[in-house]
Structure formats: C-alpha cells, structure tokens
C-alpha cells in the first residue's frame, strides 16, 4: 500500500479515538504494532518485557488520541515516539546497566547500505537524515546509533565505548549540533 | 547555563531536547525533561521537532508480528465506556441494548435458518475474526445460493473497503463480493464457486481499494477469517 494512503489511514483512525472510538484504535493496532513492536524488542530484547511495553503504549496512544496534531507530526512519528519512550522507561527502570558489548567503530556498517522501510516515511526522508548521518564521524555515529537503537545512556556508551563521559557528551552533543545543520541544508 | 556560543546556535534548551528524543538521557534526567515538556510548550515543540528528525532511521528496524493477546490485554485495559451523557458510542447503556439487540436477531437468525432447515437447504455460519475481535458474522444460505454478511466489530477505514473471499480446500482465495461497515449485506455467490462454498471453507476479509482488489486476489491486510461450519 502506498504511504500517503497509509498515513492518512492512520492519521483519520488516531482522529476518530479521541472520540472514544475503540475500532479506531483497534485499526491503529492493525496497522502498526509489528513496527511498534519491532522498536520495543530491539530496545528491550526480551519479548515478554516488548509486549508490556506495546500494550501500555497502545493504551496511551487511547488516552493521548487529542494530543495527536498531524500538521505537527507524521502518524508514525508520533506512535514510535510513544513505543520507544514506553521502552525506554521500562529499560531504565529494569537495569542498571546492560549490553556492554564493545562499539566497534572501524567495522560498523555503512548506514546508506539500509533500505528504508517505506511505510514508515518517505524514501526521501530517510535517504536524507542517512545522508547527513553518514557525514558524521565514525564515533559519532556510532554512538547515535547504540543511543537510538539500544536504548543507551551516556554512561552505557561511554563504557561501551571506553572514553570518559565528559568526552561521550560532547561527542553526541556535537553530532546532534551538525545533524540539525545537515537536516536544515 | 550561558554556553549556547559553544553550541554553534543550538540553545541547552535544545540539546536537552534532543538528547531527550534520542533516548540517550538517564532516568533522572529523563524525568525532568518530561517535566519541563508539561511546562513549557517550546520545549515540547523542540523535542517533537527531534523525533521528527530522527525518525526516519526507525525504518531500519524489522516488524515483528505480536501475539494475538496483547491486544486482548489492551482491550480489557482501555477505561469503562463513560456515563450515558458522554453521548451513544461512550453509553454503556447503549452497547448493552446493542448487545441485547443482537443477541435476539442472531436468535431470530437462528429461527429463520432453523426454518430453512426445515425446508431442505443445508446452512451455514461463519464468525470473521481477527485482531481479537469479531469483525463480521456471514450466514450462508445454500439454497438461494447467498451469504448474508453482518458487520460486528469493524468501523470503516478512510481509504479502503471490506472484501470478501472465500477459500475452499485449496486454499486460493476466490472473491466474492464488497461489504460494508455500517449495514448488512447479501451476496449471491457466483455459480461456478457455489460447490466450494461447503463446511470447512474458509471466509476472510481483506482491505482493499474502492471497488474491490484489481487483482482477483486479496491486495491489502486480512482483517479477519472464519470456517463455515453447519448450524
């Protein structure tokens, strides 16, 4: 199906929730849990913790529907903001510290090698915030990566990483400063 | 902090918001920034603005299927329907009488094809389920050679209509007509699937563009499937 259809599929069922519509939401469901718990399982890793965390995000997105401004926010950027969050929380409340695995900078792979997926966002979009995350360096990438995939904090990749923290926040900071810059070219 | 120099234009204000939507802040930290989101609507907007940005890498992120259940769970979680004066979709009263309403038509269902029985014809009944729910209940009368489709828990999409297969042991879907969300509807079943159209078929619905699938076969997601069965 083809995105703008997709998106608007979406963004009429989140209108007709707040209305206390529970086949809307049910729609919603239908339309996006696999992704929603793709992100809470890449997060989380557990399956048991993913599906807590997807229902307790589909119950928000009932109780936050009127929220939902979609001249402020694409459908699905708003659902994965509520999942991802969700899964956060959870991961944050659960460990102290986890998957202190090394971040091996040199053999990371090439973020333009991945196909975007297309009934998330445009193939432009994702085309250009890969553009601009290429453009980063290496370590900066790398660790935007462990922060947005794994659900790292500072502390978790400054270890992972092997550099001070002091250094991590800076590095990211940085990064976050010349993505802005990219994105707004 | 007074250190937005170093930022190369971007505030701390912005920072945190970002550092925020990435995800990379520690419980604490995290806490205070969605503290200050309830406070201060710029902020919001800032941290909105970042998830926007950073978005599009969640498409590298495979979909994973759920299990059935968690939207069971979410079901039984959402809040009772509201009083009555929160209008008809929110009255409880109302759904109970819709129950009720039901319950007796699928009693009065019953009757009609219990006569039909009578009569010679051999019925049959399918409930269309999926995502937890029921989403349409058909009623085959093999006589007249139709199947009388009632919508239960389906409300319509924007952009797509309810489309009805059926498939017999072989498993390809044969299409056999539209349906609605908001009415009954009685499809005469074409002749030549009239012998597949026995106990144990399958009847599912699919999404599908206004007028139906251009392609003979189901194009968008299966909302719902159910086996015939006699009554």
Redesign the interface.
């Known amino acids: 199906?083809d995105l703008d259809?997709n998106r608007?599929?979406i963004a009429?069922?989140l209108g007709?929730i707040s209305?206390?519509?529970?086949?809307?939401?049910?729609?919603v469901?239908?339309?996006t849990?696999?992704?929603l718990?793709?992100?809470a399982?890449?997060?989380l890793g557990e399956r048991s913790e993913?599906?807590d965390v997807?229902?307790e995000a589909?119950?928000t997105v009932?109780r936050k529907a009127a929220d939902f401004d979609p001249n402020?926010?694409?459908p699905?950027?708003?659902l994965?903001?509520i999942a991802?969050?969700r899964a956060?929380?959870r991961l944050?409340?659960t460990r102290q510290s986890r998957r202190m695995d090394p971040i091996e900078q040199a053999s990371e792979v090439a973020d333009s090698a991945?196909t975007?997926?297309n009934a998330?966002?445009s193939a432009q979009?994702?085309a250009?915030?890969?553009g601009c995350?290429d453009g980063l360096a290496a370590h900066e990438r790398g660790a935007?990566r462990g922060?947005?995939?794994d659900?790292?904090?500072?502390?978790d990749?400054a270890a992972r990483m092997s550099v001070p923290l002091g250094t991590m926040k800076s590095w990211?900071?940085r990064a976050?400063?010349k993505?802005?810059?990219c994105?707004e070219q | 902090m007074s250190d937005a120099d170093d930022?190369?234009?971007?505030s701390e204000g912005e920072?945190l918001a970002?550092?925020f939507?990435?995800?990379?802040?520690?419980?604490v930290e995290?806490a205070a920034a969605r503290q200050r989101m309830a406070r201060e609507r710029a902020f919001a907007?800032m941290v909105?603005e970042w998830?926007?940005?950073?978005?599009?890498?969640?498409?590298?992120?495979?979909?994973?299927?759920?299990?059935p259940?968690?939207?069971d769970?979410?079901?039984a979680?959402?809040p009772a329907?509201?009083a009555p004066s929160?209008?008809l979709?929110?009255n409880i009263v109302f759904w109970r009488g819709f129950a009720l309403a039901s319950a007796l038509a699928a009693a009065c269902l019953a009757v009609v094809i219990y006569l039909g029985v009578i009569g010679g014809s051999q019925p049959l009944v399918a409930s269309i389920e999926?995502?937890g729910?029921r989403t349409f209940v058909a009623t085959v009368d093999t006589r007249r050679g139709t199947i009388a489709v009632v919508p239960a828990?389906?409300?319509a999409?924007?952009?797509?209509v309810p489309e009805l297969w059926l498939i017999p042991a072989d498993g390809k879907p044969r299409p056999l007509g539209l349906l609605r969300a908001d009415r009954a509807v009685t499809i005469t079943i074409p002749p030549q699937f009239a012998a597949q159209t026995v106990s144990d078929a399958v009847l599912a619905v699919s999404l599908e563009p206004p007028g139906g699938s251009p392609t003979g076969l189901p194009t968008?997601?299966v909302?719902g499937s159910g086996k015939l069965t006699s009554l």
């Not at chain 2, 939507?21 to 419980?27: E, F, H, I, K, N």
């Not at chain 2, 998830?51 to 299990?67: C, F, K, T, Y």
């Not at chain 2, 999409?157 to 797509?160: E, L, N, S, V």
Request: hydrophobic residues 50%; aromatic residues 8%.
């Open positions: 199906m259809a608007n599929l009429a069922a007709r209305g206390g519509d529970r086949a809307a939401l049910q729609t469901y239908r339309l849990s696999a992704k718990f793709g992100v399982l890449r997060i993913a599906e997807l229902q589909y119950v009932w402020r926010a694409s699905m950027t708003w994965i903001a991802r969050n956060i929380d944050r409340a991945i975007a997926d998330l966002e979009d994702h250009r915030l890969h995350l935007l922060a947005f995939f659900g790292d904090t500072y502390e990749l990211i900071r976050m400063i993505l802005k810059v994105l | 930022h190369s234009g971007m920072l970002a550092e939507a990435l995800g990379v802040l520690a419980s995290r907007n909105a998830e926007q940005r950073l978005a599009p890498w969640a498409g590298e992120i495979a979909e994973v299927s759920p299990p259940q968690v939207w769970a979410i079901a979680a959402l329907p509201a929160a209008g979709w929110q999926g995502g729910a828990a389906f409300s999409d924007a952009t797509r968008g997601p909302i």
